[in-house]
């Protein structure tokens, strides 16, 4: 197209009373009661308004102009944003599961922890055909999707789409972007510190200048890729991280197999397993473990299968179980503290104290750990020490908190359960964004 055949878009003004009416109809329909009509903000200026907290699943926004809009904790899955404008909006918070995002410029704008699973980031232009036949481009600056210097820290864009965008020093600090494509996307100096890019495609991008220190990059494609002073410090990749398995002095089943008659046996047989440091990826899987009491602090546990687990009494100060899934696992007086956990599933287990004798508990430690995203939902947590964690994003609902210890924590968009037989510690607890269920 030739650059006289491009022309911006003319949007429509709305006022806050007809976005507001417009909204609520919105949620008429979405909720199946009389009176609801799909909201319809296609070429509107919706720019400076106040839509946080509202649902507008699948509600129209192409080519709209929404720029310093409040978008805050918004429901705005499915939504079509194809060609708007969002420059400096608020969407932290907000949700965008599968929203078409094509061609959508994100300069400056906010969307820490929002979720963007699946949502479709690419190039997008709208074209309008003239009296004579001829396509016009209509843009508000650019086609190609552009977040130059935009927010996404702890941002979930797992399996989204964002090949050929421009997101030149875009903040992706602890996103989830799993399996997110971003081909030959334009990525200078962003920041991707503790994100993880498992599987993400980046062939062909320009990462010039990217912070990428602490990052996960198991599978991540880096093919033509550029990476001049691309900072990968404390990168987990494919390459093994800290001691090797072949450093044992047996091989890690036997071990297993020795320690869990230790522990079965009370000590009269066998022999405490120490796997301090060892990178036990390899391992994959070790459900149904007994694993009681052993010694493991700054192990790699990344991603493992640990459901169903005997940890009881475990040393894993500083290990790694980014991912890690253990579901139903007995973790009572666990040392956690300072363990990354971000994305681990807990559901369901028991993180509970200790009987060590008749009068002493010991409670499980998760101080200072790393624990955004993770799952909890139905865990045991009667008096276990989250002091100074970050669990943001988390989920907590139905878990049992009785007597647990969130003095310091970081508790911003999690999902907690209050009611009448919570006795938690909350002191100094910063709880921006909490969603209470």
Not at 153 to 162: F, G, T
Not at 366 to 380: H, K, Q, S
């Amino acid at each position: 197209m030739d650059r006289e055949k491009t022309r911006r878009l003319s949007c429509t003004k709305l006022t806050e009373k007809q976005v507001a009416a417009a909204a609520a109809r919105h949620e008429l329909l979405y909720s199946g009661r009389v009176g609801g009509a799909r909201a319809v903000f296609a070429f509107c200026d919706l720019s400076g308004l106040d839509l946080s907290g509202r649902n507008l699943a699948d509600a129209d926004f192409t080519g709209a102009y929404l720029e310093e809009t409040n978008l805050a904790g918004a429901k705005l899955d499915s939504a079509s944003f194809f060609g708007a404008s969002l420059q400096r909006a608020n969407l932290s918070g907000a949700s965008l599961r599968r929203a078409d995002m094509r061609g959508t410029s994100l300069r400056g704008a906010n969307l820490i922890g929002a979720d963007l699973y699946e949502a479709d980031l690419r190039e997008g232009r709208i074209a309008e055909r003239d009296h004579k036949g001829s396509f016009k481009i209509l843009q508000h600056d650019v086609g190609p999707t552009e977040m130059p210097a935009a927010l996404m820290a702890s941002a979930n864009l797992e399996r989204a789409k964002l090949t050929g965008a421009v997101a030149i020093q875009a903040d992706f600090t602890d996103a989830i972007m799993r399996n997110c494509r971003m081909a030959r996307a334009n990525l200078r100096r962003a920041k991707f510190a503790g994100a993880n890019l498992e599987n993400a495609d980046l062939r062909g991008c320009d990462l010039a200048g990217a912070d990428m220190k602490g990052a996960v990059l198991v599978g991540t494609q880096f093919e033509f890729a550029t990476l001049e002073d691309v900072d990968m410090t404390g990168a987990l990749t494919d390459a093994a991280a800290g001691k090797p398995l072949s450093d044992l002095p047996d091989s890690l089943e036997n071990i297993l197999a020795t320690h869990a008659r230790w522990a079965e046996t009370s000590g009269a047989e066998g022999r405490p397993a120490d796997l301090s440091g060892y990178d036990l990826r390899p391992a994959k899987n070790l459900t149904h473990c007994i694993l009681t009491a052993i010694i493991a602090p700054g192990a790699i546990l990344y991603g493992l299968d640990l459901s169903g687990a005997a940890l009881q009494g475990a040393q894993l100060e500083g290990a790694d179980l980014r991912g890690a899934r253990l579901t139903g696992c007995d973790l009572r007086g666990t040392n956690l503290r300072g363990a990354k956990l971000s994305n681990a599933d807990f559901r369901d287990s028991n993180l509970g104290p200790l009987l060590i004798s008749s009068d002493r508990l010991l409670p499980t430690r998760v101080e200072r750990a790393d624990a955004r995203y993770a799952d909890f939902r139905g865990a045991d947590l009667r008096q276990c020490s989250f002091g100074e964690a970050d669990l943001s994003f988390s989920d907590l609902t139905g878990a049992t908190l009785r007597a647990a210890n969130f003095r310091g924590a970081t508790l911003q968009g999690v999902k907690l359960s209050l009611d009448a037989s919570v006795d938690a510690l909350f002191d100094e607890t910063r709880f921006d964004s909490a969603e209470a269920v």
